[in-house]
């Protein structure tokens, strides 16, 4: 079975620019979340969909940041402008409903200049 | 306070012998989940065990005992039989069921190296 697919693996872009991270989730999992890494900070959740509807936003720093969830096998993070302290790992991971583990993708490693 | 500590930043251990990562949380909910992850170098997070804070039994998987102690509110992961392959970042993360959220919050990780 395929597991968590995240694109791109790695984005280097200019400061101000608009950034659009993807995730598939594994097929059937109910939930979806988004997890940004730092050295600072270590892992923390930004936001987690349940059945494509956003449950919890609190984590997402700013309004800089969105999310969207339009279908089961699909979701974007964005950030519109991205500010060199966004450079981090930004990971998707997905759950089943009758599961408590969260599958992790590969993770997408931003580098806002 | 931090709801989950791990107090090791770092750990040696030589190649075939055991070794214990540290997990320590924090909550007031009594029912709870408590996981731990496996980043290597690549970068990819690896789920390696989850124990239920109700399960009867301290969770197992192959290399992997936990070693499970409610009244002190730890969760540490053993691995037996340490191999090269085993050196990477672990992390012991927390979900409280309290209000219905599904959020993990992980504590910083331990760098485990493992010497031929």
């Known amino acids: 079975d395929a597991g968590v697919i995240q694109s791109p693996r790695h984005e280097v872009t200019e400061m101000g620019q608009e950034v659009t991270l993807r995730c598939k989730p594994i097929s059937g999992h109910d939930y979806l979340f988004w997890y940004r890494q730092t050295m600072m900070r270590g892992l923390e959740l930004l936001i987690y969909?349940?059945?494509?509807?956003?449950?919890?936003d609190s984590g997402m720093p700013e309004d800089r940041f969105s999310a969207k969830m339009p279908n089961a096998s699909f979701s974007t993070l964005k950030i519109q402008p991205s500010e060199p302290r966004d450079s981090a790992v930004y990971f998707c991971?997905?759950?089943?409903?009758?599961?408590?583990?969260?599958?992790f993708g590969p993770g997408t490693r931003l580098l806002v200049l | 306070a931090q709801k989950i500590t791990q107090t090791q930043p770092g750990m040696f251990v030589q190649e075939k012998e055991a070794v214990t990562l540290d997990c320590t949380y924090d909550t007031s909910d009594p029912s709870y989940g408590l996981f731990w992850y496996k980043q290597p170098s690549s970068g990819e997070m690896i789920f390696l065990i989850y124990q239920g804070s109700y399960d009867q039994q301290n969770a197992t998987e192959g290399r992997y005992p936990l070693n499970f102690q409610k009244a002190r509110k730890s969760a540490n992961l053993v691995i037996s039989a340490s191999q090269l392959g085993d050196s990477a970042m672990y992390f012991c993360?927390?979900?409280?069921?309290?209000?219905?959220?599904?959020?993990?919050?992980f504590g910083k990780g331990t760098k485990l190296t493992v010497n031929p």
């Open positions: 991971a997905s759950r089943s409903r009758g599961q408590e583990t969260q599958y």
């Open positions: 993360a927390m979900r409280e069921a309290q209000g219905g959220s599904e959020k993990l919050v």
């Open positions: 969909f349940n059945n494509n509807v956003p449950i919890d």
